[in-house]
C-alpha cells in the first residue's frame, strides 16, 4: 500500500533560501553551464527514507549517508554524482527528486525489493535503526557510466557500503582501479550480516585510500575497541590520511606524519539533531582536499576548522542536511527582520 508523504520528505530549502546560506563563491559554481565545467566527485552507497519516530510524532525525510556526502559536497561548491541503489517507486521519486533539487547527478541501480528504509526511534539519547529488505540487501552494479564517471572523478568517495559482501567489494575495487579513493566504513548494525567479512573488505581497500575516516561508533562495533586504536591500525596500514571522529570530543587527523585535533566548535542555538553530523564532516574534509588540497599541519588546520564549523550548524537543524555556519546568521537576521 502507498503511503501519503508528509511535507517534511520536500527538499528543505527553497532556490531564495539555499541562496542565503551558500556562500556566493560557492553559488557562482553550482550555476548554468558552470556546474559541468568542473569534474563531479562521485560518491558511492546509499539513499533512502529515513522515517522517524520520536514518540510524539513521524516523519519523513530523504537521507542515506552516502546521499548526504553528495548533497553536502554540492552545498559546499563541489559538483558531485551520488552511485546507489534506488527503488523505481513513490519513495524512490521523492528520493531522485531531492538529488535533481540540489543539483547532485544520481546513477542508480534499480532495486528490485523497492527503495531503502531506515526507521529511527528515539526515545531518548541516540537514535534506535531499523533496516528494510530493500537496505538489508542494497547492491550496487558499476556499468559504463558509472566506470565512467568514476575515471573522471577527482576523488571518489565510499560511504555505508556493503564491505560484507565480498563480490561487491570486488567490483568496486575493480570499477575504482588505481583511481584516489576515500572512504568512511559507516556500518550499521541493523544492516550487517558478517562483521569480520565487512573488516576484511573494508581493510582490503584501506591501503588504496587517499582518506579514511572512522568514528568512535565504528570502532566498537567493528573492532571492538577505541577510535585512537583503530586510527593508529588504519594509519600503519597504509591510509594516507586517517580522520576519526569522537563525537563530543572533536577529530583527530593523522597526515604523512602529521597529526591534527580540532576540538568540536561552540556556535549561537542549540544542538537540535546529530544525525548527519558526521557525514557533514566528511563532506567538509573531501570539499577541502579537492579544492585545496591541504598538505601541511596549517592547512589541514583550517580544514578541520571549517568541517567542524559545518558540523556545529548542521546539528542545530533537524535533519541530515549539511548547513553552513552562514545558516545561522541568516536565522538570526530574518528573527531581527532584517
Known amino acids: 500500500m502507498s503511503r501519503p508523504y508528509p511535507e517534511s520528505i520536500q527538499p528543505a530549502f527553497t532556490a531564495?533560501?539555499?541562496?542565503?546560506?551558500?556562500?556566493?563563491?560557492?553559488?557562482?559554481?553550482?550555476?548554468?553551464?558552470?556546474?559541468?565545467?568542473?569534474p563531479r566527485v562521485v560518491v558511492i552507497g546509499d539513499a533512502l527514507i529515513d522515517e522517524l519516530h520520536d514518540g510524539a510524532s513521524v516523519k519523513e525525510l530523504v537521507g542515506g549517508a552516502a546521499l548526504n556526502v553528495a548533497v553536502g559536497l554540492v552545498r559546499l561548491g563541489v559538483p558531485a554524482t551520488l552511485i546507489a541503489?534506488?527503488?523505481?517507486?513513490?519513495?524512490?521519486?521523492h528520493i531522485r527528486?531531492?538529488?535533481?533539487?540540489?543539483?547532485?547527478?544520481?546513477?542508480?541501480?534499480?532495486?528490485?525489493?523497492?527503495?531503502?528504509?531506515?526507521?529511527?526511534?528515539?526515545?531518548?539519547?541516540e537514535p534506535v535503526y531499523e533496516f528494510n529488505e530493500a537496505a538489508r540487501?542494497?547492491?550496487?552494479?558499476?556499468?559504463?557510466?558509472?566506470?565512467?564517471?568514476?575515471t573522471a572523478a577527482p576523488l571518489t568517495v565510499v560511504s555505508c557500503f556493503p564491505f560484507d559482501d565480498p563480490a561487491q567489494v570486488q567490483a568496486l575495487a575493480?570499477?575504482?582501479?588505481?583511481?584516489?579513493?576515500?572512504?568512511?566504513?559507516?556500518?550499521?548494525?541493523?544492516?550487517?550480516?558478517?562483521?569480520a567479512e565487512f573488516v576484511r573488505g573494508f581493510r582490503s581497500l584501506v591501503p588504496r585510500c587517499r582518506l579514511v575516516k572512522v568514528g568512535e561508533d565504528d570502532a566498537r562495533l567493528l573492532y571492538s575497541t577505541s577510535v585512537?586504536?583503530?586510527?593508529?591500525?588504519?594509519v600503519a596500514a597504509g591510509a594516507e590520511t586517517v580522520l576519526a571522529t569522537a563525537g563530543a570530543a572533536g577529530v583527530v587527523l593523522d597526515a604523512d606524519g602529521v597529526q591534527?585535533?580540532?576540538?568540536?566548535?561552540?556556535?549561537?542555538?542549540?544542538?537540535?539533531?546529530?544525525?548527519?553530523?558526521?557525514?557533514?564532516?566528511?563532506?567538509?574534509?573531501?570539499?577541502?582536499?579537492?579544492?585545496?588540497g591541504p598538505a601541511d599541519a596549517a592547512a589541514w588546520e583550517d580544514a578541520l576548522e571549517?568541517?567542524?564549523?559545518?558540523?556545529?550548524?548542521?546539528?542545530?537543524?533537524?535533519?541530515?542536511?549539511?548547513?553552513?555556519?552562514?545558516?545561522?546568521?541568516?536565522?538570526?537576521?530574518d528573527r531581527l527582520g532584517t
Open 16 to 38: 531564495y533560501r539555499r541562496r542565503r546560506d551558500i556562500p556566493s563563491e560557492a553559488l557562482s559554481r553550482l550555476t548554468g553551464m558552470e556546474l559541468d565545467a568542473e
Open 85 to 93: 541503489m534506488v527503488g523505481d517507486d513513490e519513495a524512490g521519486d
Open 97 to 125: 527528486a531531492y538529488l535533481h533539487d540540489y543539483g547532485v547527478e544520481l546513477l542508480q541501480t534499480t532495486s528490485p525489493r523497492g527503495s531503502s528504509r531506515a526507521v529511527s526511534t528515539r526515545t531518548g539519547g
Open 137 to 150: 540487501a542494497r547492491h550496487i552494479v558499476f556499468g559504463d557510466a558509472e566506470r565512467a564517471a568514476i
Open 174 to 195: 575493480d570499477a575504482v582501479g588505481g583511481g584516489p579513493l576515500a572512504i568512511d566504513p559507516n556500518p550499521r548494525a541493523g544492516m550487517l550480516r558478517d562483521r
Open 228 to 234: 585512537d586504536t583503530l586510527r593508529g591500525q588504519l
Open 260 to 292: 591534527v585535533t580540532m576540538p568540536v566548535v561552540s556556535l549561537p542555538g542549540d544542538v537540535v539533531d546529530t544525525m548527519g553530523a558526521g557525514d557533514a564532516v566528511l563532506a567538509s574534509i573531501v570539499a577541502s582536499i579537492v579544492q585545496d
Open 306 to 333: 571549517r568541517a567542524m564549523r559545518v558540523a556545529a550548524a548542521t546539528v542545530r537543524f533537524e535533519g541530515a542536511l549539511l548547513r553552513l555556519p552562514e545558516s545561522l546568521e541568516a536565522m538570526e537576521l
